[in-house]
T-cell receptor
Framework: DAKTTQPPSMDCAEGRAANLPCNHS???????VYWYRQIHSQGPQYIIH???NNETNEMASLIITEDRKSSTLILPHATLRDTAVYYC???????????????FGKGTLLTVNP | GAVVSQHPSRVICKSGTSVKIECRSL??????MFWYRQFPKQSLMLMAT?????????EQGVEKDKFLINHASLTLSTLTVTSAHPEDSSFYIC?????????FGDGTRLSIL
């Protein structure tokens, strides 16, 4: 699976959009970009994932560049409860078994300030 | 709501005790589950892949005789930390794949005195 690079920390004001970048310059054609977040002392929470097209759900939007070498997770209206470590993970969608495992990097600690 | 349930959420026990942690998929079948460990201020590290009806696959450096994994049904995987010692104190987290994403339990904080 391709390696990802994220800034170690970011700050955002409550109510503003939080834009979290991720570089994955070695991503291959069949690899998806996944985003998870981990609030302190809890298990990771799935946010969103995508392959080529931009994606949006009730939690966030995922913008993937045309060359797929980077992406941005957007939380449109950040709240204090969005303070967490956000992980960007690239993984292939091969069939079954251990190919589904996720490799976590250090992620980005997003702190939403009042 | 939660799709993966993990129990217990916290365990405190004496050195030498064996501890069992359960991971259940709720309302879906999971032929494969994963066990992670997370030390303070570090990221999650995969320990092993739990396969229903067959032996678990352990990551390099993880002692299979110390961390026993049983995946006896399509909705339950258990991790037993045998003869636990203080260095085994950590946050243990399981996950299961449903549809196109993995979903995680809330973790078990294990403290060995």
């Amino acid at each position: 699976d391709a390696k990802t690079t994220q800034p170690p920390s970011m700050d955002c004001a409550e109510g503003r959009a939080a834009n979290l970048p991720c570089n994955h310059s070695t991503i291959s054609g069949n690899e998806y970009v996944y985003w998870y977040r981990q609030i302190h002392s809890q298990g990771p929470q799935y946010i969103i994932h995508g392959l080529k097209n931009n994606e949006t759900n009730e939690m966030a939007s995922l913008i993937i560049t045309e060359d797929r070498k980077s992406s941005t997770l957007i939380l449109p209206h950040a709240t204090l409860r969005d303070t967490a470590v956000y992980y960007c993970i690239v993984r292939g969608e091969n069939s079954g078994g251990s190919n589904y495992k996720l490799t976590f990097g250090k992620g980005t600690l997003l702190t939403v300030n009042p | 709501g939660a799709v993966v349930s993990q129990h217990p959420s916290r365990v405190i026990c004496k050195s030498g005790t064996s501890v069992k942690i359960e991971c259940r998929s709720l309302d879906f079948q999971a032929t494969t589950m994963f066990w992670y460990r997370q030390f303070p201020k570090q990221s999650l590290m995969l320990m092993a892949t739990s396969n229903e009806g067959s032996k678990a696959t352990y990551e390099q450096g993880v002692e299979k005789d110390k961390f026993l994994i049983n995946h006896a049904s399509l909705t339950l995987s258990t991790l037993t930390v045998t003869s636990a010692h203080p260095e085994d104190s950590s946050f243990y987290i399981c996950s299961a794949k449903r549809s196109t994403a993995q979903h995680f339990g809330d973790g078990t904080r294990l403290s060995i005195l």
